[in-house]
């Protein structure tokens, strides 16, 4: 059998087409101050940063409660020891709280011990402020090493979201016959609001900035092929970019559309993974070539 087989088809709770999740990644200085130390002297963008935390995400937290939507925030650790009450305000209104670096490293040429070191540290942050142990994790700029299921697993962790070879979730192999796999849900990045409207000179972006409209246009479009190919829509969201107050509006709109379709599975990756992992799919490689 080809180590790079195409996934496997994912049937449904219910009977639905497909299933979808609105995910929040939690940066705030974390992002920026791992790309950039010295960036911890620019007020200006360490405050665009630091509104996710301070304004956006209580204003996400209003959509999705109105919305009664439950919804997945990948959290680094930093993010947590910084902003201790916005993280709490997550937990208490109920979503999951799920794993993102601690200083949001990038983990290219990291050697295994190092990035244990830092899955480590921030398990101890999120246990430390929310108290979770989470299930879930997403490297920072989608960056896993060949060396991340198994340090993964051996940490507990039901599930990994940073891979893109497949319009389904499937069952990762980590090559530990104690925990052979790990689920992991794809993600892409067409679906995130970076690319969308992330501008900081010298650090990211190329100024153009688009408009909400757009932004839920390409999302939507997007949603509705997953929708028919009966696949798995993640949304990635970050709340110093989305919870601004138009483009705010804007995805409470492609919210309430998501969560009105009868046939849609709406629900935190959490809530898929445990429903991946029920069906005893045969696990996929992910090969050095």
């Known amino acids: 059998m080809s180590l790079t087989r195409p996934a496997d088809p994912v049937p449904w709770p219910g009977g639905a087409r497909a299933a979808a999740s609105f995910t929040f990644d939690v940066d705030a200085e974390s992002a920026v101050l791992a790309a950039s130390p010295a960036a911890a002297g620019r007020p200006g963008v360490l405050s665009h940063q630091a509104y996710g935390p301070l304004t956006g995400l209580?204003?996400?937290?209003?959509?999705?409660?109105?919305?009664?939507?439950?919804?997945t925030f990948f959290v680094p650790g930093f993010t947590a020891h910084r902003h201790p009450?916005?993280?709490?305000a997550i937990a208490d209104a109920g979503h999951e709280i799920a794993h993102h670096g601690y200083l949001h490293e990038p983990l290219i040429g990291v050697d295994p011990a190092a990035e244990a070191e830092i899955l480590d540290r921030g398990l101890d942050a999120l246990?430390?402020?929310?108290?979770?142990?989470p299930a879930g994790y997403r490297a920072p700029m989608w960056e896993l090493t060949y060396d991340s299921p198994r340090l993964l697993v051996?940490?507990?962790?039901l599930y990994d979201t940073s891979l893109m070879d497949a319009d389904v979730p499937y069952e990762l192999a980590t090559g530990l016959a104690a925990a052979p796999s790990i689920v992991e849900i794809?993600?892409?990045?067409?679906?995130?609001?970076?690319?969308?409207?992330?501008?900081?000179?010298?650090?990211?972006g190329s100024g153009l900035i688009e408009t909400p409209a757009k932004a839920v246009e390409l999302w939507r479009a997007e949603y509705e092929a997953m929708r028919r190919e009966g696949g798995c829509f993640v949304l990635t969201l970050h709340p110093f970019l989305s919870?601004?107050?138009?483009?705010?509006?804007?995805?409470?709109?492609?919210?309430?559309?998501?969560?009105?379709?009868?046939?849609?599975?709406?629900?935190?990756?959490?809530?898929?993974?445990?429903?991946?992992?029920?069906l005893a799919l045969s696990p996929r490689h992910l090969s050095r070539p």
Do not use: K, M, T
């Open 58 to 71: 209580p204003r996400l937290l209003r959509i999705l409660a109105r919305q009664a939507v439950r919804s």
């Open 186 to 204: 794809p993600v892409h990045w067409g679906l995130d609001d970076w690319e969308q409207y992330c501008y900081l000179p010298g650090l990211s």
């Open 85 to 88: 009450d916005a993280v709490q």
């Open 154 to 157: 051996e940490r507990g962790f």
């Open 127 to 133: 246990e430390q402020v929310a108290g979770v142990r």
């Open 243 to 278: 919870g601004r107050p138009g483009r705010a509006a804007a995805l409470e709109g492609l919210i309430e559309y998501v969560a009105g379709a009868g046939d849609v599975w709406l629900a935190p990756l959490g809530d898929i993974a445990r429903h991946v992992r029920g």
